[in-house]
Every structure is written in structure tokens, then in C-alpha cells.
């Protein structure tokens, strides 16, 4: 069973910045991701890393402003996000997938077998 745990959220204003970063237990390497859902509304994809860390996407929504990125020896993904706007405000879930290649990116919900429990970004106007 892996264990997910991420932290980094909280309040920030519009155009400010947050760092949400996950550890996932085990040695394996896994495929990883963040989705978000804000009140009201279905989950929805944000970003994801190969297993290998070097390739990434991302969702038409956040590219320019969200960047993902992995450090494999750490089994850690973090998402950078820059320029937040009061529509990113949502609970974040980090989210690894066990298959796949090396250069496998997920990019929904059903490609994913583990899940954090998620942390709150609030952003204010």
C-alpha cells in the first residue's frame, strides 16, 4: 500500500505564489500527479510527472503559471504554483499511478491508484 502525504497549502492572495509538495512511501518509483476540487465542482486534472521525473503536463488552465516537477531519490512531487488567481482556490490531491513506462504521464482520475487526502489552497481577492 503507498501513503501519500502533502502539505504546502493554505491562504494566499491573488497573485501570489504556493509550493504543495507530496512524499509517497516505498522505494518504488511512481508516475505522479495533482488534481484539485473546488466546492461544488468534479474533480479535475492539474498536472503530472513520468515515472523518470523528465517528462511533464499539465492542464490548459495553469500552463504558464503551475510547474510539477519530482525528486525521485526523495520518491517527492511538488507543484510550484505562481500567479494564483481566487478560481485555483480548491483542495489539491496528489495521486501516483503504479503502471505504465518510464515517460508515462496520467492525466485522469481512473489512471491513478493511490491518493493523498488532500490540502486546502485558498486564494483571495
Known amino acids: 500500500q503507498v501513503q501519500l502525504a502533502e502539505s504546502g497549502g493554505g491562504l494566499v492572495q491573488a497573485g501570489g505564489s504556493l509550493r504543495l509538495s507530496c512524499a509517497a512511501s516505498?522505494?518504488?518509483?511512481?508516475?505522479m500527479g495533482w488534481f484539485r476540487q473546488a466546492p461544488g465542482k468534479e474533480r479535475e486534472f492539474v498536472a503530472a510527472?513520468?515515472?523518470?521525473?523528465?517528462?511533464?503536463t499539465s492542464a490548459d488552465s495553469v500552463k504558464g503559471r503551475f510547474t510539477i516537477s519530482k525528486v525521485n531519490v526523495k520518491n517527492t512531487v511538488y507543484l510550484q504554483m505562481n500567479s494564483l488567481k481566487p478560481e485555483d482556490t480548491a483542495v489539491y490531491y496528489c495521486?501516483?499511478?503504479?503502471?505504465?513506462?518510464?515517460?508515462?504521464?496520467?492525466?485522469?482520475?481512473?489512471?491513478?491508484?493511490?491518493w493523498g487526502k488532500g490540502t486546502l489552497v485558498t486564494v483571495s481577492s
Open positions: 516505498g522505494r518504488s518509483r511512481y508516475a
Open positions: 495521486a501516483a499511478a503504479l503502471g505504465g513506462t518510464e515517460y508515462y504521464t496520467p492525466r485522469t482520475s481512473g489512471d491513478m491508484e493511490y
Open positions: 510527472v513520468s515515472r523518470s521525473g523528465g517528462i511533464t
